[in-house]
């Protein structure tokens, strides 16, 4: 069956980007409304659908838009969402992102974990079957989706020139492996040989070594890691908050390479295509 929260519950910060400090509501929402966000500091307070329609801009985070109205980083709190198995809420921000918090989505997650999950009366939600592979690549980063009969599950691999990261993998099982435990807290992270140069293109202005994890090429500035392979498994959460977009979690076996946001909706947009033409 769908699902939803028990109860509303609200949290507040800065945003990563922009260093807005903003107030976001998650509400309970009826069947068949699935995830969206409503500007309320707007006048018309327009609505935003958590969808691959109003997917836009992708520079180091992912943005919605429509109606004329933006919210930007959402891929935390999408992934909180969908990790939990909660499809229908109405998500109330009173300006343009979404707060980074401690950088990961455990604070998320330990909210929608206390006001609870609720069962809806109503038809289940149609699965997502991958039949054909599909795959986007650029250079020799890639993500793809392939046939997986077993379910869902996500592996994703990065390679940085910085020592402390390096190559570094890993794989979770969307039926066995528990989201909150394995998942959300990994948390952002950074360069600081790239700080100046990204602030002065007018991002990362709430960035501070309370919410991202830093690193120059040998050593961690503001240890210790919450995971070993903590790097790794913050880009798979990034993964599956752009992957909700597609509505709910697809039976397939996606993978991804030092991918990015872009990549992520262009598979999504590929994956569609794929079941339009079926």
């Given at each position: 069956?769908?699902?939803?929260?028990?109860?509303?519950?609200?949290?507040?910060?800065?945003?990563l980007?922009?260093?807005?400090?903003?107030?976001v509501?998650?509400k309970?929402?009826?069947?068949?409304?699935?995830?969206?966000?409503?500007?309320?500091d707007?006048?018309?307070?327009?609505?935003?659908?958590?969808?691959?329609?109003?997917?836009?801009?992708?520079?180091?985070?992912?943005?919605l838009?429509?109606?004329?109205?933006?919210?930007?980083?959402?891929?935390?709190?999408?992934?909180?969402?969908?990790?939990?198995?909660?499809?229908?809420?109405?998500?109330?921000?009173d300006?343009?992102e979404?707060?980074?918090?401690?950088?990961?989505?455990q604070?998320?997650?330990?909210?929608?974990?206390?006001?609870?999950i609720?069962?809806?009366?109503?038809r289940?939600?149609?699965p997502?079957?991958?039949?054909?592979?599909?795959?986007?690549?650029?250079?020799?980063?890639?993500?793809a989706?392939?046939?997986?009969?077993e379910?869902?599950?996500?592996?994703y691999?990065?390679?940085?020139?910085?020592?402390?990261?390096?190559?570094?993998?890993?794989?979770?099982?969307?039926?066995?492996d528990?989201?909150?435990l394995?998942?959300?807290?990994?948390?952002?992270?950074?360069?600081?040989?790239?700080?100046?140069h990204?602030?002065?293109n007018?991002?990362?202005?709430g960035?501070?070594?309370?919410?991202?994890?830093?690193?120059d090429?040998?050593?961690?500035?503001?240890?210790?890691?919450?995971?070993?392979d903590?790097?790794?498994?913050?880009?798979?959460?990034?993964?599956?908050?752009?992957?909700?977009?597609?509505?709910?979690?697809?039976?397939?076996?996606?993978i991804?390479?030092?991918?990015?946001h872009?990549?992520?909706?262009?598979?999504?947009?590929?994956?569609?295509?794929?079941?339009?033409?079926?």
């Amino acid at each position: 069956m769908q699902t939803s929260l028990g109860q509303a519950f609200a949290l507040s910060g800065i945003g990563l980007h922009l260093g807005i400090e903003t107030t976001v509501t998650v509400k309970p929402a009826p069947v068949d409304m699935d995830r969206y966000f409503v500007r309320v500091d707007l006048p018309t307070q327009p609505s935003i659908a958590a969808d691959i329609n109003s997917a836009g801009l992708t520079v180091l985070s992912t943005e919605l838009s429509a109606n004329g109205a933006q919210v930007r980083t959402v891929e935390h709190l999408l992934a909180a969402l969908i990790g939990c198995g909660v499809d229908n809420v109405r998500i109330e921000i009173d300006g343009p992102e979404v707060p980074l918090l401690d950088g990961s989505a455990q604070i998320w997650v330990e909210n929608i974990q206390r006001v609870g999950i609720v069962e809806q009366s109503a038809r289940p939600i149609d699965p997502i079957v991958i039949t054909e592979p599909v795959w986007i690549r650029k250079g020799d980063a890639f993500v793809a989706a392939l046939p997986n009969e077993e379910g869902t599950r996500f592996t994703y691999g990065i390679d940085f020139p910085y020592q402390v990261i390096g190559n570094q993998w890993y794989s979770w099982n969307g039926q066995k492996d528990d989201f909150a435990l394995l998942i959300a807290p990994a948390r952002t992270f950074g360069f600081a040989d790239q700080i100046e140069h990204l602030r002065n293109n007018g991002m990362i202005k709430g960035g501070t070594l309370e919410n991202a994890l830093i690193c120059d090429h040998d050593k961690w500035i503001n240890p210790p890691l919450r995971f070993a392979d903590e790097p790794v498994r913050h880009k798979l959460l990034d993964l599956l908050g752009d992957i909700s977009l597609l509505g709910r979690f697809p039976k397939a076996h996606v993978i991804a390479y030092k991918a990015s946001h872009q990549l992520h909706l262009e598979l999504i947009r590929e994956i569609f295509k794929q079941l339009e033409g079926h």
